[in-house]
């Protein structure tokens, strides 16, 4: 499945990098490390499908593909289902359910723009992201509920082998050669079908990444660094000592306390001549016994723990 994605380019860029004649609702895309559903996302469509509200730029890109337009949309179709309106949002469309869940949004075929996504293995996260691009390009379904919004699901297909023990669901991709077929309405849902794909792992990049992903309101650079370099940055900032068990954190910290200091006390009647001695990290408290016998008691460890010395 898709749950969480990486997207961190501007419009001006994602209309240049897509070739795109222009875009609208600009302002309501979502930028971040850590982008979840109900975020706004850009997304191709086709022009025949959408108004322009920015034309391209000659200078952001020069060859521009007057069939593609950048309509930011929210990730997730509410209230779809006649049936049972109250159930959550469809952020994944699985592509076993297309032809009778989804079908009058066959011809509502879009591309959605990802730099990256998150995945996880049990607790794992790790980012996914293409090793020979800038971006997945990946396939969907869209609906507009007016003027102002429109909603996408992403289509989800079972991954190839040599990604099956991430998980066994993944988003589904189009070649950047194959958008305008795919988003084309002309184009049969049976003809468009034949160019969803997945990808090998060989055309992957993936590592494991800190589990700070885990949580939305983490949206920074951290989120998609390696595992490793995070626990590596934790370190230079002395920030590691409180993700440790607190049973080491305490043993460490007794380990670096000061040498104890040794106190000799002389204590006893000068005619007995006899002295006893006392080892303590503070002053050491002198008791009598019922035989009127001095005895020394002090603190001999960091637990305040008092001992009779003598």
């Known amino acids: ?153 992403i289509i989800t297909v079972p991954p190839k082998e040599s990604m099956f023990w991430l998980h066994d669901r993944s988003p589904a991709m189009i070649r950047e050669e194959n958008i305008d077929r795919w988003i084309d309405p002309q184009v049969s849902y049976e003809e468009a079908s034949a160019l969803i794909e997945c990808r090998e792992a060989e055309e992957l990049e993936y590592y494991e990444v800190p589990s700070l992903v885990n949580q939305m309101k983490n949206d920074n650079k951290e989120c998609c660094m390696r595992v490793e370099e995070y626990q590596a940055l934790l370190k230079t900032k002395g920030i590691h000592r409180f993700f440790k068990p607190v049973e080491k954190r305490k043993a460490e910290e007794e380990e670096s306390l000061p040498a104890k200091k040794i106190i000799v006390a002389p204590v006893g009647n000068a005619s007995d001549n006899k002295v006893s001695i006392g080892i303590s990290l503070e002053k050491p408290e002198i008791q009598y016994d019922p035989d009127n016998k001095p005895k020394i008691t002090a603190n001999v460890s960091s637990s305040s723990t008092k001992k009779e010395i003598c």
């Open 1 to 153: 499945m898709c749950g969480r994605v990486i997207s961190r380019v501007d419009i001006p860029g994602l209309r240049a990098m897509t070739r795109a004649r222009g875009s609208r609702r600009s302002g309501q895309l979502r930028r971040g490390y850590n982008i979840g559903p109900a975020s706004h996302q850009a997304a191709i469509v086709h022009a025949s499908r959408t108004s322009v509200e920015e034309e391209t730029k000659p200078e952001e890109c020069m060859e521009i593909d007057q069939n593609r337009v950048l309509s930011v949309m929210k990730w997730g179709m509410n209230n779809f289902r006649e049936k049972n309106p109250e159930k959550p949002m469809v952020i994944n469309i699985r592509i076993e359910s297309m032809d009778y869940k989804f079908k009058p949004f066959h011809n509502n075929r879009c591309v959605i723009l990802a730099e990256g996504y998150y995945e996880w293995k049990e607790t794992h996260p790790y980012l996914v992201k293409p090793k020979n691009s800038d971006l997945f390009y990946f396939a969907g379904l869209y609906r507009d509920i007016d003027e102002n919004e429109q909603e996408y699901g």
